[in-house]
């Protein structure tokens, strides 16, 4: 078992699947056993458990950007597999226990579709629980990462593109197995409902650092920039954030900036849609100047968010498709073809009168580079693709360079194959 406590059993009364289990008759003393048995056996694959990652005030890279901001990097490249992901796939496998336990359990090997860290984060949460996995991934995945799946037992499929067939071609071959029989154990909420349970858990460590900082409850933050793939992280996080609010230990929402390469943002382009609707205006005017746009609508709260996502929930289709082309990026981690997890990102950043952005592929490429030269954090092209979006935020002038406290996610830690930044 690991030395610290997992951050699992520190929010354990938070959960979903911690209600889901008190409902069904179980007792607290009884998830935080499942909690720390799961967590001991993740310890022993992987070295360590789940333990809070680190959040810290980063000047130096702040000051590298151009922002007088306080400039907050919560850390995930220490984490269980060097990812954010392993959070996720334990709140699935959490809740999996939980239903066994009740006697609701799923019979079936785990599937999960993946380019490389979800899949990594699956397979080691998996072995932990002994349970056979088929990981389904593009041809191009990682050699390093997918030698890994294989030593921890997952059974590696890689799946190429069909012609004509939109959308991942891995996500199409997990939806066909667990068709099959097998069970889902995804990083995508639309599949997996409970990987966003244990994704909160980093919002929540973000907000007790921040408490823990200042000494103040309800604590600060001004501005969330997230990197968004699939949207299983955003999701969590500006889940996690809303509960804070709610409590009381955060005064209110930051503005939230969605981050999606130029070669695929199909939140972007659904932001862009929703947002033209609202205003009666042409797509493309919202393209031109999503900030103006933004400015215009303002917060978009209460019973006119209420409306908005009821019709864009009810007229999905229109807003959300695969991307068109054969995604590509610097960072590319968040190449989904699709944002699964999209509709709490739009809710979230309508709400705080943010807006999303997306940076060039030589901001992105920058970023990577100032976060290798500015931190000890060695975080990977992907895991530090939010503050390029941040980059690009500052250098266009559209937030203010001082007086707030921003917060980026470093998600990744670098991988052998990834492209250095003094390289690219």
Not at 194 to 221: A, K, N, Q, V, Y
Not at 361 to 384: F, K, N, Y
């Amino acid at each position: 078992m690991s030395a610290a406590v997992s951050t699992f059993e520190i929010h354990v009364d938070r959960l979903d699947s911690y209600r889901e289990a008190i409902s069904g008759g179980l007792t607290r003393a009884d998830v935080i056993e499942m909690i720390r048995e799961l967590d001991a056996s993740v310890a022993e694959v992987d070295g360590h458990g789940f333990e809070p990652t680190p959040a810290a005030v980063e000047a130096e890279l702040a000051g590298a950007i151009g922002l007088a901001s306080e400039l907050w990097v919560k850390d995930e490249t220490g984490n269980v597999s060097g990812s954010h992901k392993g959070r996720h796939l334990f709140g699935v496998a959490l809740r999996l226990m939980i239903d066994d336990r009740l006697g609701r359990g799923a019979d079936g090997r785990f599937a999960i579709a993946s380019c490389g860290n979800a899949a990594l984060a699956a397979s080691v949460v998996a072995r932990a629980l002994d349970h056979p996995i088929d990981v389904f991934v593009p041809t191009w995945a990682d050699a390093g990462i997918t030698d890994r799946i294989e030593s921890l037992g997952g059974t590696v499929i890689r799946t190429d593109r069909k012609p004509g067939v939109p959308g991942d071609p891995t996500h199409h071959a997990m939806v066909e197995a667990i068709a099959a029989g097998d069970v889902a154990f995804s990083c995508q909420g639309t599949d997996t409902p409970s990987t966003i349970d244990g994704g909160r858990t980093l919002g929540w460590e973000l907000i007790d650092s921040l408490i823990g900082h200042d000494g103040r409850s309800p604590t600060t933050l001004d501005r969330l920039v997230v990197q968004v793939g699939g949207g299983a992280l955003a999701t969590s996080t500006v889940r996690a954030l809303a509960d804070d609010v709610g409590n009381g230990r955060l005064k209110t929402m930051p503005v939230i900036h969605p981050v999606q390469p130029v070669g695929n943002h199909p939140f972007v382009r659904a932001w862009d849609l929703v947002v033209a609707r609202m205003l009666d205006v042409g797509a493309e005017g919202v393209s031109a100047d999503r900030r103006a746009a933004a400015a215009t609508l303002g917060r978009v709260e209460g019973g006119a968010a209420h409306a908005v996502m009821a019709d864009v929930s009810a007229n999905e289709h229109q807003y959300m498709w695969p991307w068109d082309d054969e995604p590509e990026s610097y960072a590319s981690g968040i190449l989904d073809d699709v944002t699964y997890d999209w509709l709490p990102i739009l809710e979230a950043t309508l709400g705080s009168g943010g807006w999303p952005v997306v940076p060039s592929e030589e901001q992105l490429r920058r970023a990577h580079w100032l976060a290798q030269t500015h931190t000890v954090i060695d975080v990977s092209p992907t895991g530090c693709s939010g503050l390029g979006g941040l980059l690009a935020l500052s250098e266009s002038d559209s937030i203010p360079k001082s007086d707030e406290r921003v917060a980026v996610l470093f998600t990744g830690a670098m991988r052998p194959d990834d492209p250095r930044p003094e390289e690219a």
